[in-house]
Nanobody, 121 residues
Framework: QVQLAESGGGLVQPGGSLKLSCTAS????????MGWYRQAPGEQRELVAV???????NYADSVKGRFTISRDNARNTVTLQMSSLRPEDTAVYYC???????????????WGQGTQVTVSS
């Protein structure tokens, strides 16, 4: 069994900062991609930031320069540092991982349950 546990969501004022963390647990052989997606009400889920193979980072254009993704490989944890937050950043943020489970042959996608981020005055 693999689980992605998220933390750090909440309410923040415009211009403020917030940090999200996600830890993958279970019988994991290797994590290939790990990061964050978000979904606002009435909108499709979109990529926010993903660290792929531990070497490349993919950010949404709307968050470049404001959000920073980092990873602690020893703890299977990914962190999203969000700064200069705007009301349009309000969404449910979902942790994402593409990984290979121990003893398996196929890589699969896994999702956290989501954490609410609300940017409002």
């Amino acid at each position: 069994q693999v689980q992605l546990a998220e933390s750090g969501g909440g309410l923040v004022q415009p211009g403020g900062s917030l940090k999200l963390s996600c830890t993958a647990s279970g019988s994991i052989f290797q994590i290939y991609d790990m990061g964050w997606y978000r979904q606002a009400p009435g909108e499709q889920r979109e990529l926010v930031a993903v660290l792929s193979s531990g070497v490349s980072t993919n950010y949404a254009d709307s968050v470049k320069g404001r959000f920073t993704i980092s990873r602690d490989n020893a703890r299977n944890t990914v962190t999203l540092q969000m700064s200069s937050l705007r009301p349009e950043d309000t969404a449910v943020y979902y942790c994402y991982a593409n990984l290979l489970r121990s003893g398996r042959w196929q890589r699969d996608n896994y999702w956290g349950q989501g954490t609410q981020v609300t940017v409002s005055s």
